[in-house]
């Protein structure tokens, strides 16, 4: 057996706590019922009697159930047909520029990331930041919450180096994301900004490893100033026009394509050809099996509370009644 959570367990001694409350509770009641119920402060002690243990191994049983006890674990796997995406967005410093529908250009690129998400079924999904060096922010996954997650926290500063190496970053998406046999789409954003990382030649190394590439440039021709630098950034679509067209089958979309058309060119070169396993452990589950028992033993409290309430009010009432009584006599 196993506890999911076991942290719960921490709250343990609430129960002794309680037990020690309610049994201090039932001595100021058993001495209130002598004083003045007389014969029923025997019926009254019992049923007060069972309230610490009602109460204690109520909490108990509960505090268990929150810990999750379970067994059996059960490996169940999941199969799925889609194809495998990198999605490889540009996060220098020029993707701050402000010139998209008046977002930056990076900024407009998330949005329309995670707007994509909302069609995608089925295919694994992995994002790669690139600037002077390349960062995987999120690997190949079905988690699209994760993924959506890591898109969220994008931003300029998300590679650790300055500049712009595309032709580098080519390199290490085909190199740490294809394997022979299987396809692979890569999909990139960015401004065009480069500093002669060769990007057009290392997309002419997507044709051998069976790699498709689509290029979206982000960005105006006539540009907007890099906020903090000082400079102008233009979108450089020969440049990207040219690494499009240097991989077989290569895509390029500029500045005349709005990037929430984004869902419809994904789909329209969609490619269902990839099957991904996924597995999660299934347990039998141990917490119902304390969950009843709190509940019938909380029951049974409450129950006692509302007769013992009965009683003492009863007998409260008869125990005046018959103080009354005799001063009454007295005075006669």
Sequence with gaps: MTLLNPHALFLLPLAALLWFLEFRGVSLSRAWASAWLSTQGSRLGFRAALHPWLVSLSFLC???????????????????????????????????????????????????????????????VALVAFAGTSVAKCPLTLDYAFFAQAVKNLDAGSASRGGTLLGDALREVRKDFSAPGKKLSVWVFTDGGDQESFPVEAAKEYADAGVSLVVWGVGTLSGGEVPERGVTSALNENLLREVAEAAPGGAYFGSAVPLWTLPTEYRARHRRDAVATSSRVVWREGAWFLLWPALALFACDLGLRLSSSGVEITGFARALARRFRRKGDREK
Excluded: H
């Design 62 to 124: 509960l505090t268990l159930a929150l810990a999750r006890p379970v067994w059996d674990p059960v490996n169940v796997d999941r199969k799925s047909s889609g194809q495998d995406t990198v999605f490889l967005v540009d996060a220098s410093r020029s993707m701050n520029t402000v010139d998209v529908s008046g977002s930056s250009r990076l900024d407009a690129v998330k949005l329309a990331l995670l707007d994509l998400l909302n069609g995608i079924d089925g295919d694994r």
